[in-house]
Nanobody, 125 residues
Framework: VQLIESGGGLVQAGDSLRLSCAAS????????VGWFRRAPGKEREFVAA????????YYANFARGQFTISRDNAKNTVYLQMNNLKPEDTAVYSC???????????????????WGRGTQVTVSS
């Protein structure tokens, strides 16, 4: 499975961005896709995830109400809509795919099998 992120950029506080994660290859094997971010000098953290078969969604507490994850089945693309961005949202955002079955710990980065290279989001104050 290959994952390519896009949509990052430099924005001002209060702006919105929509990130895309396009999946290709064995997409029929995907069970879930998650978004993670890594800010400068910090550990990578979970943002949101979506389960492939029923579109059930998961959010980090900080993301709930500000970020929305969604999926376009026909395009095998997962989106992360980010609203009211703050300087502390500055990070490299990466998507990841989990190809397992059954148990799915969406928030656990080591659960995922494939990762994209990430897209930079910079929010200026």
């Amino acid at each position: 499975v290959q994952l390519i992120e896009s949509g990052g950029g430099l924005v001002q506080a209060g702006d919105s961005l929509r990130l895309s994660c396009a999946a290709s290859g064995l997409t029929s094997k995907i069970y879930g896709v998650g978004w993670f971010r890594r800010a400068p000098g910090k550990e990578r953290e979970f943002v949101a995830a979506i389960r492939w078969n029923d579109n059930n969604t998961y959010y980090a507490n900080f993301a709930r109400g500000q970020f929305t994850i969604s999926r376009d089945n026909a395009k095998n693309t997962v989106y992360l809509q980010m609203n009211n961005l703050k300087p502390e949202d500055t990070a490299v955002y990466s998507c990841a795919a989990y190809l397992g079955t059954g148990s799915y710990d969406a928030t656990y980065e080591y659960e995922y099998d494939f990762w994209g290279r990430g897209t930079q989001v910079t929010v200026s104050s």
